[in-house]
């Protein structure tokens, strides 16, 4: 089957490997639908991690289940499922609490990679959320979209405490932030500010449900929020980029006793502890826990109440992903689906 490897800084390859079959009785395998580029995929295209090479690439998938291993009991072939980047048994007792991305019986996903025909997902039973029919076409872009993005833009607004009565503040204008604003306006936030300089990606945030947008950034961009919250900042603050300045930013736009929803994978952080105790900000993040969100927003997208399916905005077969990743790279596109 075909499949994604990257080679290097800016390498990225369609090879044919092979198919992946069950090495576990609990595992499935699943025919991709559709997959796609995450932004945490360009941190080793750019070469920002330390990273032995090849190293094949993708994590979010959609697609119909193919075969499924012995002990295997609620998923089936034939099913189309959508499952999260991180395998989890949904039973332990992390799981439970909500936290399934860190759940003690956790397990990867296929060596492979989702950027491919066919993936390896351990776990299946706990992993994987069937839909209640095959989608129409339509729907797919935003079913994938729940399998990370939207999810971990959920995620930054829960961990945000998002909601009613709330002025949140969105650091970050990719998709995870996008959909960070689609989410706290869906739990109910009053006010959502993105920090946006590019026109395109702000109106998307406008359709997504911003009602403010601020193009400064660093101390400008902080000094801007405090103008806009009665020189407070804001209740609720979702960090999705990842970077010290993204989080300083974040914590200086957040009021004291307010809440930092931070999904952006961190690279480079550094947070001095004069600047955490003097802040008196709540602090919650780190891989989103998207398995206790899905059949949520399964529901949300099946009846059409939301279309985060939009931050796709370049489509390619999955034979041109080098193409796909360039795009994002040079933040031409937002965020590429692939069609295997
Ligand atoms: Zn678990």
């Known amino acids: 089957m075909r499949a994604t490897l990257m080679y290097g800084i800016g390498d990225v390859r369609i090879e044919n490997v092979p198919e992946p079959t069950i090495l576990k009785p609990t595992d499935a395998i699943l025919r991709l639908s559709a997959t796609c580029v995450c932004g945490s995929d360009l941190w080793p295209y750019r070469g920002l991690d330390g990273i032995s090479w090849p190293l094949a690439m993708g994590h979010e998938y959609v697609g119909i289940v193919e075969e499924v291993g012995s002990e295997v009991t609620t998923i089936k072939p034939g099913q189309f499922v959508i499952g999260s980047f991180m395998p989890s048994d949904n039973t332990c007792e992390i799981c439970q609490a909500g936290y399934p991305s860190s759940c003690v019986h956790g397990e990867e996903l296929g060596a492979e990679g989702a950027q491919a025909e066919l993936l390896r997902v351990p776990l299946a039973d706990g992993t994987l959320v069937a839909t209640p029919d095959v989608p129409t076409a339509d729907l797919i872009p935003s079913?994938?979209?729940?399998?990370?993005?939207?999810?971990?833009?959920?995620?930054?607004?829960?961990?945000?405490?998002?909601?009613?009565?709330?002025?949140?503040?969105?650091?970050?204008d990719g998709a995870v932030g996008l959909l960070g604003i689609l989410a706290a306006r869906q739990l109910g936030a009053d006010r959502v500010i993105a920090m946006s300089r590019?026109?395109?990606?702000?109106?998307?945030?406008?359709?997504?449900?911003?009602?403010?947008?601020?193009?400064?950034?660093?101390?400008?961009?902080?000094?801007?929020i405090k103008e806009l919250t009665d020189g407070l900042g804001a209740h609720s603050v979702i960090e999705a980029v990842g970077t010290h300045e993204s989080m300083m930013q974040a914590m200086r736009s957040t009021r004291p006793g307010g809440h930092v929803g931070f999904v952006g994978v961190a690279h480079g952080v550094q947070l001095a502890g004069m600047d955490l105790f003097f802040s008196q900000v709540h602090l919650h993040g780190g891989p989103?826990?998207?398995?206790r969100f899905l059949p949520e927003l399964i529901d949300l997208i099946w009846n059409r109440d939301i279309d985060p399916g939009k931050v796709f905005d370049l489509e390619l077969p999955l034979d041109q992903v080098g193409a796909g990743y360039r795009a994002m790279d040079q933040r031409v596109a937002i965020k590429t689906l692939l069609r295997p």
């Open 288 to 291: 989103a826990p998207v398995r």
């Open 198 to 224: 590019h026109e395109p990606r702000q109106r998307l945030a406008r359709e997504f449900g911003a009602t403010d947008i601020v193009e400064e950034r660093g101390d400008a961009g902080v000094e801007r």
């Open 143 to 172: 079913l994938l979209a729940a399998s990370d993005v939207l999810g971990t833009g959920w995620f930054g607004a829960v961990a945000a405490q998002a909601g009613p009565g709330k002025t949140v503040v969105v650091v970050g």
